[in-house]
């Protein structure tokens, strides 16, 4: 019995690859819908999301990123079904990174192979609002601002995460969870009657940094 997971060469695809370019496009289509479609799907069913992570935790980055080779291979052949194959591998991955904290870079090896144009552009989108939006925001959210707090880790937390995120959705979050309360720390700490202005420009500058 055919599994996607073990067809390392591809030689099913170049199979249905090969008979499409002889059918009609719309016995070509009914080859993958019929046949590839359901083994595809019953195999992101088997894959283990939570193994994928732990590969991740200790740094396995081909380990965890297994199941992308395969699926990402049909994603062209399949056209119109594909949603039907990567809506479940994002809900794996969500579920795979439900014990994940922001401050633990492993989350970052698990989804990195996921980038687009791996997936594409709004799947990505939808998977990181979904599982790692809300968790920086709330660690931005909990961090405290003001000149006698620690080290701001959450914002470190986010700024690993800029690149996978994109510019914009990264200065949303600073905007919406950190600039107004920064903003207003500095404020009261510049209305002191007695401020001491260089560590006012000391504390600005090492946030700037």
């Known amino acids: 019995e055919w599994r996607p997971a073990e067809d390392g060469s591809g030689a099913a695809l170049a199979l249905v690859e ?5 059918l009609p496009p719309s016995l070509g289509q009914e080859l993958v819908s019929g046949v590839a479609l359901p083994r595809l799907r019953a195999e992101v069913e088997r894959w283990d999301g ?4 732990r590969l991740a935790r200790a ?3 081909g380990g965890a990123a297994a199941a992308q080779a395969w699926v990402l291979r049909w994603l062209p052949a399949l056209a119109r079904h594909a949603p039907e194959v990567l809506v479940p591998v994002r809900n794996r991955l969500a579920a795979a990174l ?10 970052r090896v698990l989804l990195r192979p ?8 709004g799947d990505w ?8 939006i809300p968790r920086l925001s709330a660690a931005l959210q909990d961090m405290r601002v003001d000149p006698a707090a620690p080290e701001p880790e959450a914002l470190r937390w986010l700024l690993a995460w800029a ?11 600073l905007e919406e969870h950190l600039f107004p309360r920064w903003r207003a720390a500095l404020g009261r700490w510049l209305a002191q009657p007695r401020a001491d202005y260089g560590e006012v420009v000391e504390w600005y500058l090492a946030w700037r940094a």
């Open 18 to 22: 090969a008979w499409g370019a002889l």
């Open 50 to 53: 939570g193994e994928a992570a």
């Open 59 to 61: 740094g396995d980055e």
């Open 98 to 107: 439900a014990g994940w904290e922001p401050s633990e870079p492993w989350a």
């Open 114 to 121: 996921w980038r687009p144009p791996a997936l594409p552009p």
């Open 125 to 132: 989108a939808a998977l990181l609002r979904r599982a790692v």
């Open 163 to 173: 690149e996978d995120l994109g510019a914009g959705t990264a200065a949303m979050l």
